[in-house]
């Protein structure tokens, strides 16, 4: 079975950075897009980037270029570098992934547990 584990959250200083990971394991045919969203207590689960396999990325505008997302296809890893966070991007973040699991079966989206960001002032 397919799995997503997100690490690297937890307490980070306004202005600092932080940099969380998305490991993707099981029977993996085919890793494609891979996303992080967050959502925050009481609010919906939003979009803040999406990579492609071929690395193509987009992002969520109001982030400003202060966050960026990568990945590693060798280790089917994303990343996400959050450089000067504020206290509205504290928030449960989660990786998602698209991905074809076997060669007869179409892909899907899979989701992680999330991982807490906290971000002090």
């Known amino acids: 079975q397919v799995q997503l584990v997100e690490s690297g959250g937890g307490l980070v200083q306004a202005g600092g950075s932080l940099r969380l990971s998305c490991v993707a394991s099981?029977?993996?045919?085919?890793?494609?897009?891979m996303a992080w969203y967050r959502q925050a207590p009481g609010k919906p689960r939003e979009l803040v980037a999406r990579i492609t396999s071929a690395g193509i990325t987009d992002y969520v505008g109001s982030l400003r270029g202060r966050f960026t997302i990568s990945r590693d296809n060798a280790k089917n890893t994303a990343y996400l570098q959050m450089n000067s966070p504020e206290p509205e991007d504290a928030a449960v973040y989660y990786c998602n992934a698209v991905i074809k699991t076997s060669t007869y079966l179409p892909p899907f989206n899979f989701w992680g547990q999330g991982t807490q960001v906290t971000v002090s002032s």
């Open positions: 099981g029977s993996i045919f085919s890793l494609n897009d």
